[in-house]
């Protein structure tokens, strides 16, 4: 297991992490996965002892059960604490009343304390923003931030799912008012689906942001266990809830162009997906979820795979995205300057 920084931080952290969005099965979140505590415990040792110092969790997972899982896992495992880092999010509704989800100061004072007191926790590592909030002033949202971290409640600050532009607003807002800033960004990122590269990748590497990835493997559709008619195994979160959204055609075409690199290698389809990504040097952390130890640890294994530079460019050229505006023009009007200066 190799590890890096969180941006620009001193943090470091695995490259893989392990994601708890299978912990509890609360609600309609059973899509998911069902894992009670005995099953999740086993796999955060597993995790635990390969390496893996990221859990990343969210009050939304099953209404707070995961956060719950965990804490008590933490705490029967006896894992050190300061051998770990705890990433959380906050912004979707957990109750009835209208101020019980959203980016306001109001919820985010209140959701952070909730989350503690759910994983046994004094503090949390990485506390993100789990999504936009059209409703609440960015303002307003990044003051609460600023005031938890003070606090010492929690130690970094990240995002997930923003689009560029509102991400670098809100880092621009707290350069301006001496806020504590957002130290990394998560976002769905996989072979079949590589949209962040238009304007999210080069935000980050400008701007110093640790890039933890979700979905890796398209809720499974990578996994090389479907096929192109959608057919798959019994009881995968494909059949009963199809997310992220997938350009399927583009996906299988991957598929089959991962198919005999796995052959080669004598692994799976979802390794050769996951050692994709990890070979992308502006990834910081792949986070992996599983219902079960045969997953787990097949996912684990993907840090012993290295893809050759045939490989990568092999599957780099199936899964290329499609040339928009002005991405085209501005790779086209920037080639003059990059030349060599030759003065004769």
């Not at 995002?159 to 998560?186: D, H, T």
Request: charged share 20%; with cysteine.
């Amino acid at each position: 297991m190799r590890y890096k920084l969180l941006g620009r931080t001193g943090l470091f952290v695995s490259e893989l992490s392990l994601g708890t969005m299978t912990f509890g099965g609360k609600g309609w979140w059973e899509v998911m996965g069902r894992l009670g505590q005995g099953e999740a415990d086993t796999l955060i040792r597993m995790a635990f002892d390969a390496g893996v110092n990221l859990i990343d969790t969210a009050d939304a997972y099953s209404f707070g059960e995961s956060e719950k899982i965990i804490g008590s896992a933490l705490k029967s495992l006896g894992l050190p604490r300061d051998e770990l880092v705890i990433a959380t999010k906050a912004r979707t509704k957990m109750g009835g009343s209208p101020n019980s989800g959203g980016l306001s100061r109001y919820h985010l004072m209140d959701a952070v304390d909730q989350s503690l007191k759910r994983l046994q926790l004094e503090h949390i590592d990485l506390y993100q923003l789990h999504g936009i909030d059209p409703l609440t002033p960015l303002d307003e949202t990044l003051y609460a931030l600023d005031q938890i971290q003070r606090s010492g409640k929690v130690r970094y600050l990240g995002l997930c799912n923003l689009p560029a532009w509102q991400v670098m607003k809100g880092l621009a807002i707290s350069e301006r008012r001496g806020y504590s800033r957002f130290e990394s960004i998560q976002t769905y990122y996989t072979i079949a689906g590589r949209d962040l590269e238009r304007e999210l990748v080069p935000l980050a590497l400008d701007q110093q942001l640790g890039v933890l990835v979700w979905s890796p493997l398209a809720g499974g559709l990578l996994s090389g266990k479907f096929s192109a008619d959608a057919t798959g195994p019994d009881g995968t979160r494909r059949l009963t809830f199809d997310f992220p959204i997938v350009d399927r055609p583009r996906a299988f075409r991957c598929v089959d162009a991962m198919r005999p690199i796995a052959a080669a290698h004598g692994v799976s389809v979802a390794r050769v997906a996951l050692a994709w990504l990890l070979a992308k040097s502006h990834v910081t952390s792949v986070i992996i979820g599983a219902k079960n130890t045969e997953q787990l640890r097949d996912n684990l294994s993907a840090t012993q795979l290295a893809l050759s530079g045939d490989e990568m460019k092999s599957l780099d050229e199936v899964s290329a995205l499609p040339q928009e505006y002005p991405g085209w023009m501005v790779s086209r009007q920037g080639q003059d300057r990059l030349q060599p200066i030759i003065v004769p």
